[in-house]
């Protein structure tokens, strides 16, 4: 009977179990399907087939541990090995979730990395193989080395040289050494007799037939179309990219192209200097005889002595050769001597670069040397190759002979002195007229807001020509428009200008720019004044009253009115409160925390949010209205206190003419009984 009831006790949670999973629809053993795979190190069932197209619903809920209890142990089929080896290409996904490059089924969808070797074996394919090319045997070797050409897609992803195929599409370079495997190849063409087999990509490289120190700018001669100009596939490449491919070279022993080249320009070739530098002589007759001829020549030899030139050692010969030694002027100018003379004008770059491209030379003056560079970059350098001699040059801007440090307030590329140096040029009517340029730059500049900061206020803050245009004429990248370069000096204007509706919310029409409302030399006080009216530069001009965005105008220019006349009332407040005396030190704290969300408010104009720009304006206008008022309790305060005083001062005079009245009186009483003291004194005698 004891046995009966543990037999009972037994079979019911049997039977509740069968029940349960007749239930929930739970296969039977028979009814399985087999694992084809081994599961050692394969232990998480559903890091696979939780997310898989197999995965049945009535499995929903299912664990890792209850897999087993049901699927019996197989061996796999049907999964493909790795076609190639583990080492390097450890991130599958790179070139498998691509779509293209043997892509994963649809139900491997969910997966990541670290599941797929849990199913795939590793099978390393040879390369080199009669076989029919696998994945593995299929991707090619990189022709060349790969030292300093790590950005692959500075010359594949252009569609010209080795494009990438199709299925590459929006991969980063960061993943090419995961399946091309670097080889190696001669970077430049070899003399050896020609071979029938196609060039490899490296083997076509030229390599770069000269030094490539102080040339670094290697689009300055190969893109103008003259020098060795570079193929159509070569198009929108930077000068980055060029020594990742071409190997340079040493200069006279590089072989010649076979192909004809044309000859640097003039003004292109570096003007070596004649002698070493910093030397100079006991006796200079350059300087001798220049002074005692007058006139031009002696003014020559007086610019020089200023010059930071002379300071430091470099001398008549260092530009114009000869030998300052020689007394007589034949044998000091001789051919024979290295003369030079005075250089065209299309040779003085090149005559200046020949010191100021040396980091040697410059390094000490903490000089930059890339301003040649930079010429040739700019309208007057690409001019001045174009032939036209009436462009600016070195010489032009730092006054030829008298060449001052641009710190030196006598400088003509001093700050203050800068805008009336390139007027020299740009106010010239005749000139100008010739390249279709107004003439009237300077004057325009000269009443702005800038102009008057920088020639009336002497605020070397302020810009000048060289802060929007270059110093040395060349812009930097993308600010080829003026406007562009507003934002190095009003950094968080532009930002809130990118983020408003007048940059991201125009279609099909330019949007405004700085110089659409505030002009381009003439910039003008910006006032609030310019969001009425439908005067150039208003908002009006582009919006017509009674539009729904005028109405938004409107709003903005009432919150910043009132802003900026609390803020004008508590400041006259205060001042008025401190003429009398009275220390406004805690007011005019809260008058500065007022003013900063009120410049807040002005530059958020730009993004023409409104909900923003009233906000900072109630900020301001709160801080304001308590520093107003502050001010005035004060100023209430003191007439108080003088009531008072004069109140009290009344009292005061008042007790003292009582005080003298009673005096008075006493005195005379006083008086009174001493003269009848004296008559009763008189009659007893």
Known sequence: MRIVRILLVLAVPIVLLSLAASAYGLPRLDESETVPHPIVGRLDCLGCHAGGEDFAEEHQGVTNETCTECHLIGDPEGIPPVPHPKEGQEDCLVCHAQGAMKPFPGDHSFQTNEFCLNCHQISVVAVDTAEPATAASAIPVIPHPIEGRGDCLVCHDLGKMKPFPADHEGRAKETCLNCHQPGEAPASPTTEAPTTEAPTAAAAIPGVPHPVEGREDCLMCHDTGQVKPFPADHEGRGNESCLGCHEAGGGEEAAPSPEPTAVLPP?????????????????????????????????????????????????????????????????????????????????????????????????????????????????????????????????????????????DPSSQVYPTNEPEMCAGCHADQALMSSYGIPADQYGLYQQSVHGVAMLENQDLRAPTCSTCHGKHGAAPPGYQQVANVCGQCHAKTEDYYLEGAHR????????????????????????????????????????????????????????????DTAYEEAEATIAQATERRLIMAEQEELLHQANTPLVESRALQHNVIVEEIQAKAEESMELSNQAQASAEEALRGLDTRRLGMIIALAFILVTVVALVLIKRELDRDLESKRAGHRSGSSAGE
Request: charged fraction near 15%; hydrophobic fraction near 30%; aromatic fraction near 4%.
């Open 504 to 563: 991201t919310g125009m279609t099909g029409q330019a949007a405004p720019e700085c110089v659409t409302c505030h002009g381009q030399h003439d910039v003008p006080r910006p006032t609030r004044d310019l969001l009425v009216g439908t005067d150039d530069r208003h908002c009006g001009m582009c919006h017509a009253p009674g539009s729904a965005v005028a109405g938004q105008v409107d709003a903005i220019y009432q919150s910043l009115t009132a802003a």
């Open 267 to 407: 003004s292109v070739q570096i003007v070596p200097t004649p002698i070493q530098e910093p030397e100079m002589f006991g006796e200079n007759t350059c300087i001798t005889c220049h002074e005692g001829l007058g006139g031009r020549s002696e003014q020559i030899t007086a610019d020089w002595s200023e010059s930071v030139h002379s300071r430091q050692g470099v001398g008549c010969v260092s530009c114009h050769g000869g030998d300052p030694t020689q007394a007589d002027a034949g044998a000091a100018m001789s051919p024979e001597a290295g003369f030079l003379g005075p250089l065209p004008k299309e040779s003085i770059p090149g005559l200046c670069g020949s010191c100021h491209t040396r980091v040697d030379l410059m390094r000490p003056f903490d000089l930059p040397t890339d301003q040649l560079d930079q010429y040739w970059q700019s309208q007057h350098g690409q001019a001045l190759l174009e032939g036209d001699p009436n462009v600016a040059t070195c010489f032009d801007c730092h006054d030829q002979h008298r060449v001052l440090k641009a710190s």
